[in-house]
């Protein structure tokens, strides 16, 4: 069964203070590895696609790397609007659905 | 595009009553998922289709969820009856699989609340 585990679940960080999101994941066969973001009271929103281990993906002050067993969200310098909850999801061979993390929760402080 | 429309975006109803939530996928997308997310137990998988044809249905909770996809444009998903641990976002998503892995693209959800 393929599987996602997000960690921390919750994290608190000073505007400026970089960190990085962990995504562990078993899948029979990865096709892709996604990041979302979600804000309260909104549908996740796509923020990367990383198909193969060692791929790398910028977005501003985000930055999201692969290995063959987790992927890292790094959070360079953050800033309050970086405020939300990051999920990763990852899609077996085979055009199946995205399976899910729970999450983890940013908090940027000012 | 104006993306995935879900309507409507907050449903509050007494237990034992008919829900019916309903989304419009983006035009072009030949897949359409249906996800519930609760903070036990994040966003779970309850049914996809391919084509309009439901493909996998097995994270339907119970024979109470039923889902149709009448036309690309067009799904629903019922709940009868209601019940208060069905209190949830559903969530509808669409993505297109002309491309190799693909993002899907989510709507914005609707907020049921089960009294």
């Known amino acids: 069964e393929d599987q996602v585990t997000q960690s921390p679940e919750a994290l608190r960080l000073q505007e400026g203070e970089s960190s990085s999101l962990n995504c562990s994941y078993t899948?029979?066969?990865?096709?892709?590895l996604f990041w979302y973001r979600q804000d309260p009271g909104k549908g996740p929103e796509f923020l990367f696609t990383?198909?193969?281990a060692g791929e790398e993906k910028e977005k501003e002050r985000l930055k999201a790397t692969l290995t063959k067993k987790e992927s890292f969200l790094h959070i360079t310098a953050p800033k309050p609007e970086d405020s939300a909850t990051y999920l990763c999801?990852?899609?077996?061979?085979?055009?199946?659905?995205?399976?899910f993390g729970k999450g983890t929760r940013l908090s940027v402080i000012a | 595009d104006a993306g995935v429309i879900q309507s409507p975006r907050h449903e509050v109803t007494e237990m034992g009553q008919e829900v019916t939530l309903r989304c419009k996928p983006i035009?072009?997308?030949?897949?359409l998922f249906w996800y519930r997310q609760t903070m036990m137990r994040g966003l779970e998988l309850l049914i996809y289709?391919?084509?309009?044809?439901?493909?996998?249905d097995s994270g339907m909770p119970e024979d109470r969820f039923s889902a149709k996809m009448p036309n690309a444009s067009f799904s629903t998903l019922k709940i009868q009856p209601s019940e208060p641990r069905d209190s949830a976002v559903y969530f509808c998503?669409?993505?297109?699989?002309?491309?190799?892995?693909?993002?899907?693209?989510f709507g914005q959800g609707t907020r049921l609340t089960v009294v």
């Open positions: 899948v029979s066969g990865l096709r892709g």
């Open positions: 035009s072009g997308h030949d897949y």
């Open positions: 289709f391919n084509n309009n044809v439901p493909i996998d």
């Open positions: 999801a990852v899609q077996a061979m085979g055009n199946t659905p995205l399976v």
């Open positions: 998503a669409s993505s297109s699989s002309h491309r190799g892995p693909t993002e899907a693209f």
């Open positions: 990383l198909y193969s």
